[in-house]
């Protein structure tokens, strides 16, 4: 990032649901690569649990891994192509322990960037809660990665990203409580910052320039995706607590029943964003495919 002459394009896969074989993963991540994207960041989900019923009435505990692992798809990723992977570290559902086995098997990869992150709660939890011997933020997880790093002689090896919320975080009570959060994550050791989605580019910058004055100077990259169904209308904020333009909110109302033009009028405007801020010098732009390519390949043609 810090050499690069001009912005770059990175992109971020979620992996997929037990069923889907490697070489059907490989091909849709195969669409991306006339873009040279720099790197691939690949998601981690926790585990789920669910409880069945015995035959006496009571019900026992069973833990279910819905999706690929993480690792699993970062290893077939580096297998086929030339891009840099970045695994998310979540502090959900892990322990210290099992978070360094995890930088042991990454550094044993060569994988030397990850993605820190605190993680969601899981469903029906009010509050996020640790398990056990776990990390509550990922201010922690940040600094426990530096100090892995020390403790076996390989300070510097791991390139450390956070995410970040110009929209604020839904649990921050404040934009400004918010940004000193960041602040914290950036203090233990992280290199630079991959935004949630937006749709409103004001608002990036206006964060950026609030970060820039509360003394956070790593890079801040942008991060976008395309709407491509009417319903994204509402499950996107509630999901994400993000907000949608009036003015495209409006657009998308007036086809809703033509489900192509939706589609279009996404990609478009995801597409003008990712102009407007490549001319503003945003030193990347990472996109959110969630399982999505025709669009972002779409948008990735007009602008790189």
């Known amino acids: 990032m810090n050499n690069r002459k001009e912005p770059y394009v990175s992109l971020e896969i979620v992996p997929p649901l037990k069923g889907m074989t490697k070489s059907e993963l490989l091909d849709e991540i195969r669409q991306f690569m006339e873009f040279n994207p720099r790197y691939i960041n690949v998601t981690c989900h926790r585990d789920e649990v669910e409880f069945k019923e015995r035959p006496d009435g009571s019900f026992e505990k069973r833990v279910v891994r819905k999706r690929v692992s993480e ?12 891009v840099d992977v970045v695994p998310h570290i979540i502090c959900g559902g892990a322990t210290a322990e099992e978070i360094e086995f995890q930088l042991q098997d990454f550094k044993f990869m060569e ?16 509050r996020f809660q640790p398990v056990p011997g776990g990390y509550s ?41 918010d ?28 964060y950026v320039a609030r970060c820039r004055q509360a003394g956070i100077t790593v890079p801040i990259i942008p991060g976008l995706k395309p709407l491509s169904t009417y319903k994204q209308l509402s499950t996107l904020p509630e999901t994400f607590s ?7 909110t409006k657009e998308l109302e007036a086809h809703k029943d033509n489900k192509e033009a939706v589609y279009r009028i996404g990609q478009e405007w995801c597409e003008a964003q990712c102009k ?22 779409g948008i990735l043609r007009e602008c790189f």
Do not use: W
Not at 182 to 187: A, F, L, S
């Open 137 to 177: 933020h990922a201010d922690e997880l940040v600094a426990a990665i530096r100090r892995f790093e020390r403790e076996n002689g390989c300070e510097g090896f791991f390139n450390i990203g956070v995410g970040c919320y110009p929209e604020k975080h839904f649990e921050a009570a404040n934009l400004e409580d």
């Open 111 to 126: 994988i030397s960037n990850v993605l820190a992150l605190r993680g969601d709660c899981l469903t029906g939890e009010k």
């Open 71 to 82: 690792t699993a798809v970062c290893g077939a990723i580096q297998s086929e192509f030339k």
């Open 179 to 206: 940004i000193a959060n960041m602040k914290r994550k950036v203090d233990a050791g992280a290199d630079y910052m991959v935004t949630q989605m937006f749709f409103d580019n004001k608002v990036y910058h206006e």
């Open 276 to 297: 407007e801020l490549l001319a503003s010098g945003a030193p990347a732009v990472h996109f959110y495919t969630m399982g999505k390519t025709a669009n972002v390949v």
């Open 242 to 248: 993000i907000d949608i333009p009036a003015i495209l």
